[in-house]
């Protein structure tokens, strides 16, 4: 299980930002080529993107089963009989979300390296690294989608159930929440202060820039800014655990 | 003192599940739980095993000695089902139980070899059959050579060589001077090993002692003889007989354990009646189980 995922993740990365190549070039009204994928500085925000929409779903998803699975077999239950606590359990768990999104991050990194390498004409080293500060944006995204999906596999226990609702809410829930009530009554910044709003983020979608300084004209903020996003990130991770730790100390297995 | 339990309860909305059970399990004993299905006996062990939040009452283990986690690392469980990894090998998941309880020298093949399991211990979990679960669930409780074991039905799916098997692995750790917990429905089973019982019904503990204590108060005495009727109002005047009974030609007296049978004999030919049959039987644990669990109840 797994196996798969670490698969469909190695293959998907790079897999979905050379599938660009096949995007044919736009000679009006200006001449963009496809190059702007795979060049340095821009393959970043493009990569980043891609990463981000794989770590919600193959991440997420890796945090909501490998908690359910305990649960259905019964090994959560077993590991505490046999005299692992409660407390040390989760600590088990989150080390492993941490940890898989720090290999995630690298192998994102190792991707846009290689490719923009091979496709950038003349590196230079400030354009190379001009995104490096996503890098560490991309592990908190990567651990943020991991602990959201590991809270509703606490909670729900059950895998299908849990899978349904961590990609409902991602999906449909908060968008609605947000987009359908909060901006009623408040039409402002704070609908964006959503905890997998926050999440998603941290890593914008390319030229995100462009869109929202259009969208400022209009007088409508669309993006949160990354300082904000890290914090509200942080915030609602925290949240998450705390939820996490109560439900893990109370439950009964 | 290996196990006290103080009041200790479980609800879960309006059913109480465990209702103010107290208890005290010392070192060496075999306890036998003993209740009909529902009755709260994995309900009250999942308790002071940690799986199951109690509603109140408290309990502890070998006397406060350790902490709770690090107690629960010296004590061998198998509770409901055997609960493993499916898609990791036998010896992997003694590994991780090794690993959890910090035992520097698990003896795996030495646990596996005890229960049979040796020749398939490289095997997946899932391709496990029923039996085999079960005695790699007894091969877990017996990693890092606990002081105690807690066992919920040990030899469910078991064939009769498993049960066998399972009945002389108790006897062994027992004899080692380890303490035993086990829930069971085999009552003969739990007369066999058990040096001490617990009737528990509907969450409430109904009986505790030694299973001598629990028998021996009554015994059966079976007698025939020609003429039943006369031989009954025979019997009918003794005082150490509490009932009589009559069952396939012939009656079925309960009567107080040390009344001698050869009295009954004696009885029956002073007043010219000669028995044709007599057997007395001491009360099995059965008997005495299904008799506390019919009479008291809410």
Same mark, same amino acid.
Do not use: E, Q
């Given at each position: 299980?797994?196996?798969?995922?670490?698969?469909?993740? @190695?293959? !998907?990365?790079?897999?979905?930002?050379?599938?660009?190549?096949?995007?044919? #070039? /736009? #000679?009006?009204?200006?001449?963009? @080529?496809? #190059?702007?994928?795979?060049?340095?500085?821009?393959?970043? @925000?493009?990569?980043?993107?891609? =990463?981000?929409w794989l770590a919600f779903f193959l991440l997420g998803y890796l945090g909501v089963v490998m908690v359910t699975t305990e649960y259905q077999n019964k090994t959560f239950r077993q590991s505490i009989m046999s005299g692992i606590s409660r407390a040390d359990y989760l600590r088990a768990k989150l080390i492993f979300a941490?940890? /898989?999104?720090?290999?995630? @991050?690298?192998?994102?990194?190792?991707? =846009? !390296?290689?490719?923009?390498?091979?496709?950038? #004409?003349?590196?230079?080293?400030?354009?190379?690294?001009?995104?490096?500060?996503?890098?560490?944006?991309?592990?908190?995204?990567?651990? =943020?989608?991991?602990?959201? =999906?590991?809270?509703?596999?606490?909670?729900?226990?059950r895998t299908a159930l849990s899978l349904m609702l961590y990609l409902g809410y991602i999906a449909m829930i908060e968008p609605i929440l947000r987009w359908g009530f909060h901006r009623k009554f408040f039409s402002n910044e704070s609908m964006h202060f959503y905890p997998i709003n926050s999440i998603e983020e941290l890593v914008q979608p390319p030229y995100g820039n462009i869109i929202s300084d259009f969208a400022e004209k209009e007088g409508f903020s669309f993006y949160i800014t990354y300082t904000q996003s890290v914090i509200l990130a942080i915030l609602y991770i925290g949240i998450f655990i705390f939820l996490m730790k109560r439900r893990v100390n109370k439950s009964d297995l | 003192m290996v196990l006290s339990i103080n009041n200790l309860s479980k609800q879960y909305g309006h059913l109480k599940a465990v209702d103010q059970l107290s208890l005290t399990i010392e070192k060496g004993m075999i306890f036998g739980f003993l209740g009909p299905n529902g009755s709260g006996k994995t309900t009250t062990l999942g308790m002071v095993l940690d799986i199951i939040r109690p509603t109140s009452g408290t309990y502890e283990w070998f006397a406060g000695k350790y902490e709770p986690d690090e107690a629960r690392k010296r004590i061998g469980t198998l509770l409901e089902t055997p609960n493993f990894f499916p898609y990791m090998s036998a010896a992997d998941n003694l590994k991780i139980i090794a690993h959890i309880r910090k035992v520097s020298k698990p003896g795996i093949e030495e646990h596996l070899e005890t229960v049979g399991l040796l020749s398939r211990k490289d095997s997946k979990f899932k391709t496990y059959s029923l039996g085999m679960k079960q005695r790699l669930a007894i091969a877990a409780a017996l990693v890092g050579d606990p002081e105690v074991l807690v066992f919920d039905e040990p030899t469910n799916g078991l064939d009769p060589q498993g049960i066998a098997e399972v009945r002389d692995i108790i006897q062994q750790v027992a004899d080692s001077g380890k303490s035993i917990i086990m829930a069971s429905h085999i009552l003969n089973e739990v007369e066999k090993i058990c040096s001490h019982v617990a009737i528990i019904k509907q969450g409430n503990l109904l009986a505790t002692g030694t299973v001598g204590s629990i028998i021996s108060d009554e015994a059966t005495i079976e007698v025939s003889a020609d003429n039943l009727e006369a031989l009954r109002r025979v019997f009918e005047g003794i005082p150490e007989l509490s009932n009589i009974e009559t069952k396939d030609k012939l009656l079925i007296l309960s009567i107080t354990a040390d009344f001698p049978a050869s009295s009954l004999n004696k009885i029956a030919m002073d007043k010219g009646i000669v028995l044709s049959h007599l057997n007395k039987k001491s009360k099995s644990l059965e008997a005495e189980f299904l008799e506390i669990t019919a009479t008291k109840t809410n």
């Open positions: 299980m797994f196996l798969i995922f670490v698969l469909f993740y @190695t293959i !998907l990365l790079p897999g979905i930002l050379l599938a660009g190549k096949n995007i044919p #070039d /736009i #000679d009006n009204p200006v001449r963009i @080529t496809n #190059d702007i994928l795979f060049m340095f500085p821009t393959i970043w @925000t493009f990569i980043g993107y891609i =990463g981000n941490a940890g /898989i999104s720090l290999i995630a @991050t690298f192998y994102m990194i190792l991707c =846009g !390296l290689i490719i923009g390498f091979l496709n950038t #004409d003349v590196v230079i080293a400030s354009k190379l690294w001009a995104h490096a500060a996503m890098f560490p944006r991309f592990w908190l995204m990567c651990f =943020g989608y991991m602990s959201f =999906g590991m809270l509703v596999g606490f909670l729900i226990k | -």
